[in-house]
């Protein structure tokens, strides 16, 4: 799984020296025995004004050391001020401290990135923890549409993310395959058969699915029954029918996932919780009601807006309540059918039984009423050791130069995924879905995702990359024996007298490589692939910005030709550099191109 996990980065380091100091302080009497210690934090100061880093700790610690923050403050930062990472100590406002750092440290971390290479960054904060992550879990009821992608491309973006930060990650897809929506796709399905045949259909039933992808189903139902079909009941043809649509509309999903270079490792059949020998439905219903979480009532009204799934009636409760919902739900429907919450129960249990404590479920905007519902099954059948958490990915709004896009012929009522992946490739799409929060809606605009400007993104960080590789090309006329390729380069250039690296746009480019290790742990703690995408803007940013300033400043530019050193030492931070925006995009499941055309 890990290649290889990196040392304790340089913020994390910082804050063991931080801790050590406190317990100094506490063993010399000046902070209580055993104070805890974490909720301190050493972080980038708001202000880079105000020094490299900075730390919390007199200001979560001042209470309960019965000391005013100030005070406490200036105690610390007297100890700090002895370290040998540490240039300068400053003590601001009512108790922070920042922290300016020696100009060795960013010389050895830009040495630490150079050894490190494709494994800078990665992180054991995971410790091997299983963890499952459900997302996209579309109806096998067509092809994907653009609302699906962004969720497909956070949760896979996701769970890279965290394979990278350490954790066991399996990636799994729930097949919605039975509820009524998978029978009216048969009936669809059936329709496609008889035009198959030569039947004349007309214009398509409302209520059934009027997408032309559905033609290839029939004709495969043609192809493999002749009409017998046409001379069965529904309770005989359906199931055909059904087994058939599924079949061929999830391979043309896992089409559409492998378009945006998606895969995932489980797919779990809805189906099969009722399916086989074993009712796992019931089972889970059994094992809440031997627990005292399911009884037979009645629900009261509704207060406000109405609960869809309320009836007046007595009927099979689960005790939502006694785990934090507002109200205890229904586990089957008035024809003894199961309710779509009893299958979602028991298909977390299956999470919890195989192995995972931790889930994480990728849901659409339209489902944020659901959670608090499933979190709390989740507690009941795991007895509290088993967590989701659910992120919510909102709407995509699909536009071309501002204005909105016209709905798929192919689809009938959307614009499908692989239509958008065509036009503008994945790439574009993957980073594009990312550099917002899931929660935030999104504005996807198909002409300014291809744009080669700083105002698109996606090709902003690209094409820092592919000019780090440029410089390496130009640079082979001073340097002829740079090597080609990575791993050969970053050693060739690992003796560079990097601490000829002074100008404040140098040094402004090896804070934000030694940044990534941090940015790695925290956006997966988070479970926020967004930060990654940030933060290679940002890194992108400082690079092209440092270039910009070689061709104001002749003296700094990467390659100096009556100066192999200084041309080495910056060969280094370009090495750096595209080393780590290659690393942040890998994580995002985009390209690092060598050149852009």
Known sequence: MLESVSPPHLFAVMLSRVHAVCDALAAEGALPAGIDLARIVVEPPKDASHGDMATNAAMVLAKEAKAKPRDL??????????????????????????????????????????????????????????????????????PMHVGHCRGAVFGDALASLLDFAGYDVTREYYINDAGAQVDVLARSALLRYREALGEKIGEIPEGLYPGDYLKPVGEALAAEHGDKLLNQDEAEWLPIARAKAIAMMMEMIRGDLAALNITHEEFFSERSLIAGDTDRV????????????????????????????????????????AYGDDVDRPLLKSDGSYTYFASDIA???????????????????????????VQAAIKAVTGGQGALDVKIVQLVK???????????????DFVTLREVVDEVGSDAVRFMMLFRKND??????????????????????????????????????????LP???????????????????????????RQLALYPRIVEAAALAHEPHRIAFYLYELASEFHA????????????????????????????????????????????????????
């Open 347 to 373: 298909y977390h249990k299956t999470k919890f039984d195989r192995g995972f404590r931790n889930m994480i479920d990728v849901w659409g905007s339209d489902h944020g009423g659901y959670i608090k519902r």
């Open 73 to 142: 403050a200036e105690k610390i930062a007297e100890k700090l001020r002895a370290d040998d990472l540490v240039a300068s100590v400053d003590v601001a406002g009512p108790g922070f401290i920042n922290l300016t750092l020696h100009p060795k440290v960013w010389s050895e971390a830009l040495r630490t990135v150079l050894a490190q290479g494709a494994g800078y960054g990665r992180s054991s904060v995971g410790a091997g923890e299983k963890v499952n992550v459900e997302y996209v879990s579309a109806n096998p009821t067509g």
């Open 440 to 481: 935030a809606v999104l504005d996807f605009d198909l002409a300014k995702v291809i744009e080669q400007s700083k105002d698109n993104a996606v090709f902003y960080v690209q094409y820092g990359h592919a000019r780090g590789h440029s410089v390496f090309r130009n640079a082979r006329e001073v340097i002829p024996d």
């Open 546 to 597: 440092l270039w910009t300033r070689g061709r104001d400043l002749p003296h700094l530019r990467f390659i100096i030709n009556n100066d192999a050193e200084i041309t080495k030492a910056r060969l280094a931070l370009v090495q750096g550099a595209v080393s780590v925006l290659a690393s942040g995009l890998a994580v995002l499941g985009v390209h690092a191109p060598d050149e852009m055309r």
């Open 398 to 412: 699909l536009l071309r130069n501002g204005e909105p896009v016209k709905m798929s012929k192919r689809s009938g």
């Open 282 to 321: 019931a089972a889970t219903i059994d094992f809440l009601r031997a627990k005292g979480d399911v009884y037979e009532g009645r629900l009261p009204p509704p207060k406000g807006a109405p609960i869809e799934d309320y009836e007046d009636r007595e009927q099979t409760l689960f005790r939502a309540t």
């Open 484 to 510: 080609d390729e990575a791993v050969a380069r970053a050693a060739f250039l690992a003796d560079a007298a990097v601490e000829r690296l002074t100008d404040t746009a140098e040094l402004g480019l090896l």
